[in-house]
């Protein structure tokens, strides 16, 4: 009869007290290695700096990966909480806000290491007729294309990366780490080299203002999450861990 009772009392006890556990946030991504991609050990560091900053905070995660043009309309739609990776809200603002940097992309020029180019500015590049490999759909750092610069499309970085080296283009427009990453997965690190840094660009993510919860206290906590992160050198420590240099 006491056992019975008791398990009365603990029944009542579970039912009438709130449960504590942590709020959970969907996280949309896609792949851009070596930042984050779905092979990659914790998803890659930007992946991980956003879950332990999240956690920091007291939250759990979901990582999702979808195509970009997906994630930004999934995104708008206010079908996950964050968006993770994201250089610029322009245009977004009424649905999307901003992070503090996590880190910063530094975009600009490879070349053969062999080629004697030297940048002075757009203006000789183009007096040189240099034709440089972008990719479609990237923003390029300002006055790339103000300067009417000879360009040729691809769809990804690894297809001007082959260009480069086979010398079909004179020079690639690509994420330095980005462009390092692929020389080696191609063998042909030593066949090139970095000319020049052209803009760097602050690394964020963005909190959905349509989803459903407080966004604004998701931007505040994980904005604190990532500062204590900081404070215990917890992000260059994955950064490390990942090869990244910054």
């Not at 043009?69 to 993770?84: H, L, N, W």
């Not at 970085?157 to 330095?176: E, F, G, P, T, Y």
């Not at 660009?201 to 500062?227: E, S, V």
Request: one cysteine or more.
């Amino acid at each position: 009869m006491k056992k019975l009772l008791w398990l009365v009392i603990i029944l009542e006890l579970i039912f009438t007290f709130p449960s504590y556990a942590n709020e959970k946030l969907l996280i949309y991504t896609n792949n851009y290695e070596p930042y984050y991609g779905e092979n990659m050990p914790d998803f890659g560091p930007v992946m991980k700096i956003t879950r332990l900053a999240f956690e920091e905070a007291g939250y759990d995660v979901e990582v999702k990966f979808r195509p970009w043009a997906r994630i930004i309309k999934e995104g708008q739609a206010g079908e996950c909480d964050v968006i993770a990776a994201v250089w610029f809200n322009t245009g977004r603002e009424s649905w999307m806000a901003l992070s503090d940097a996590m880190l910063e992309n530094e975009v600009g020029f490879y070349k053969r290491k062999n080629d004697g180019l030297v940048f002075k500015d757009y203006a000789d590049l183009k007096a040189k007729d240099v034709v440089i490999g972008t990719v479609r759909g990237y923003i390029s750092p300002k006055g790339v294309g103000k300067a009417g610069l000879k360009t040729e499309e691809v769809t990804e970085d690894i297809q001007n990366m082959s260009k480069l080296v086979n010398n079909r283009i004179r020079l690639a427009l690509v994420d330095k780490q980005l462009g390092a990453y692929l020389m080696k997965k191609m063998g042909v690190e030593n066949d090139v080299k970095w000319l020049v840094t052209l803009q760097k660009i602050p690394l964020r993510n963005g909190i959905m203002k349509n989803a459903k919860g407080d966004w604004k206290k998701r931007l505040h906590d994980f904005n604190k999450g990532l500062a204590i992160l900081k404070s215990k050198g917890v992000i260059a420590q994955v950064l490390k861990e990942h090869h990244l240099s910054f």
